[in-house]
């Protein structure tokens, strides 16, 4: 077996209606004033309530709520959030919704805790210190930015997405609360769980997998996936499906913070930077066409997830065969959950060659390209667009 280090930094609580432990978590972690990040649905909704109620009840000074967060956020948000919660003297973070609202509760901490400009602290293992108590709950299975190193915002002057990673950016406490998913729609409860599934597939065979505790985390987590995300869209009633989407997702937010992701995720990130797709849909139209790439490299570890899931028709084939069947499991995913498959579905109308060239490098320097199992060059960028277009 080969020597491996495992971080998993962040304690993690489930169970329905967990998000009133959100202020027990608060008081032990020292905080007394929250800055509490949420978007504007939520707060309408009247989803905040019983987390502002946990809060209350532990006799804590009052919240405040930011909840001026996108859905692709920005720097400019960040600035906003981290001056609004200077002024009010918070000395802890509450992060409660997607990806999004969690990144950007991550950067907001990194401001207020190590000061500076932001963009200091871009890039992998910058961040050299313990930052501000976060604790988080989230409303989406996919992204797992509950348990994750890393935190990406968008720079609209430079038109990319930064990505901050670190250990340290880990929260302090994940509440995963399966009854706050109830609500989401179909297609979100989709889009969110491919990027939970392309995490788990690309966590198994990066470059830097070499532990046998990832390789578990992927397994189970794309298995309860597979099962259970059809279930979940079909009807978002299902409590079981959703407890077991939404702690896949933190299984293989786990993973790839301990392994790495690749170039889907690399191409998905420079996509959605140039036109502000969701990023689950992006990964979800690159998923084939990326395992397609690596088949050369990885077809046993593909293989052996083929397996792992018991796909029919599986028993008996060899290595290569049997990716390529999981590779076709992928795509009929793809199609029972109604999701993009293509780069125009996703309202992109056209790209040029220039637009390819552009994207082209902005994924060849995203930090997930270097732990892809496979090198590959612009010109095989290129040829991947093309092909997913």
């Not at 207020?112 to 989230?138: A, C, F």
Request: with cysteine; aromatic share 6%; net charge negative.
């Amino acid at each position: 077996m080969n020597p491996f280090v495992f971080q998993s930094p962040t304690r993690v609580m489930f169970g329905e209606y967990t998000t009133a432990a959100c202020g027990d978590f608060v008081l032990e972690l020292g905080g007394q004033r929250a800055l509490v990040v949420a978007d504007a649905f939520l707060v309408q909704s009247g989803v905040l309530g019983p987390l502002l109620e946990s809060l209350s009840s532990q006799g804590l000074l009052p919240p405040v709520v930011f909840s001026d967060v996108p859905p692709d956020s920005d720097i400019a948000c960040v600035d906003r959030g981290a001056a609004i919660a200077r002024e009010a003297g918070c000395d802890c973070i509450v992060a409660i919704g997607g990806g999004s609202v969690i990144d950007t509760a991550k950067v907001i901490g990194i401001c207020l805790t190590l000061g500076g400009e932001l963009l200091d602290y871009q890039g992998l293992n910058v961040i050299d210190k313990k930052l501000m108590p976060l604790v988080v709950v989230p409303t989406t299975a996919g992204t797992g930015s509950e348990v994750s190193f890393v935190a990406m915002i968008k720079d609209h002057k430079e038109g990319k997405k930064l990505m901050f990673g670190s250990s340290w950016l880990a929260p302090d406490v994940a509440i995963l609360d399966p009854s706050l998913l109830l609500s989401l729609p179909p297609k979100l409860t989709a889009a969110t769980g491919l990027d939970a599934i392309t995490h788990g597939i690309e966590a198994f065979v990066a470059a830097n997998t070499n532990s046998v505790a990832t390789d578990a985390l992927c397994l189970e987590a794309l298995r309860l996936l597979f099962d259970n995300l059809p279930r979940a869209f079909k009807n978002g009633d299902d409590m079981e499906a959703r407890s077991a989407t939404l702690v896949a997702s933190t299984m293989a937010g786990i993973a790839f913070s301990n392994s790495g992701v690749g170039v889907i995720h690399a191409l998905a990130h420079s996509v959605g930077a140039m036109f502000s797709t969701h990023h689950g849909m992006t990964n979800g139209v690159f998923l084939p066409y990326g395992m397609e790439f690596n088949l050369p490299q990885v077809a046993p570890q593909y293989a052996r997830i083929a397996r792992y899931l018991e796909l029919e028709g599986v028993a008996g084939l060899d290595h290569t065969a049997a990716a390529e069947l999981l590779i076709k499991a992928v795509r009929q995913l793809l199609k029972t959950l109604s999701l993009p498959v293509r780069l125009r579905d996703l309202g992109i109308e056209s790209l040029s060659e220039d637009d390819y060239d552009e994207l082209a490098c902005l994924a060849a320097s995203d930090p997930a390209i270097m732990f892809n199992p496979r090198d590959c060059n612009n010109d095989d960028l290129i040829d991947l667009m093309k092909r997913a277009y």
